[in-house]
């Protein structure tokens, strides 16, 4: 029994995380939490086109187009924009189309390898921005509360890792802020994060590269390898929900 005046641990994993043995809740949770998140953002771009009317969109659609052509045209500051923008909460998926259109004329490997370094990167980046001064800032936001962060790791954080990786839908970077706030090992958090999201990236790189350059075997291995890790992820969530 918690005495009075005694600093209450937040459940971390419970609030934000979904909870493997009996947290299914959690983590539905978790996915409605993201969604809506992702909502309110399309809402807000919806209601700024809307206020902007046709010249806000016509110059969106500019600005798109100028940054496309540079990104493509420039694969250094393409592959760094894959390292570091989706850690602002900007969303991944244009830049891997993009790295399959260069991969297209400069070759579905060499786009596979350097999207590998990009994502790794990020990888990185984010978690240290989050276990350091991130942690050191919701820690000063709670300093005046009952509440705190857990001290210690999480009970079979690994294996909750592992679903929140699997999970579709769930943007990798806010899996990196969580991780790196609840202080996973960091050589554990590589070891799971790269091979998931290497397989996941170059498979979309792999696909695109195989639809713009016309070759279809790249397309096909892309699509084999995005599937393989959507049966893993199957295959997780099923012996999960078995084990509970």
């Known amino acids: 029994m918690r005495k009075k005046g005694q600093a209450q641990t937040i459940p971390f994993p419970e609030a934000f ?10 983590f539905l949770l978790l996915i409605l939490g993201v969604l809506s998140l992702l909502g309110l953002l399309f809402l807000g771009y919806f209601v700024l086109v809307v206020l902007g009317g046709e010249d806000l969109k016509q110059a969106l659609r500019s600005g798109w187009s100028y940054v496309r052509d540079l990104l493509l045209n420039n694969g250094l500051l393409l592959f760094l924009s894959i390292a570091i923008l989706p850690g602002l909460v900007l969303p991944v998926a244009p830049l891997l189309t993009l ?12 786009a596979c390898f350097f999207c590998l370094i990009s994502l790794t990167f990020n990888l990185v980046w984010t978690y240290w921005l989050a276990r350091g001064p991130g942690r050191a800032l919701i820690e000063s936001l709670l300093k005046k509360t009952r509440l705190h962060l857990p001290s210690s790791q999480p009970k ?20 990196n802020y969580g991780l790196g706030l609840l202080k996973m090992p960091f050589l554990q958090y590589l070891l799971l994060s790269v091979p998931i999201l290497g397989i996941t990236g170059c498979g979309y790189v792999l696909s695109f590269a195989g639809i713009f350059s016309g070759d279809w075997k790249y397309l096909w291995i892309g699509i084999c390898l995005i599937g393989i890790t959507f049966v893993i992820g199957k295959l997780v969530h099923k012996r999960n929900k078995d084990a509970n």
């Open 99 to 110: 790295a399959g259109f260069w991969g297209g004329e400069h070759g579905p490997g060499n």
């Open 156 to 175: 079979d954080l690994f294996h909750w890792a592992l679903i929140l990786r699997l999970t579709p839908g769930v943007p990798f970077v806010f899996s």
């Open 17 to 26: 995380t979904p909870k493997i043995v009996t947290g299914r809740k959690s």
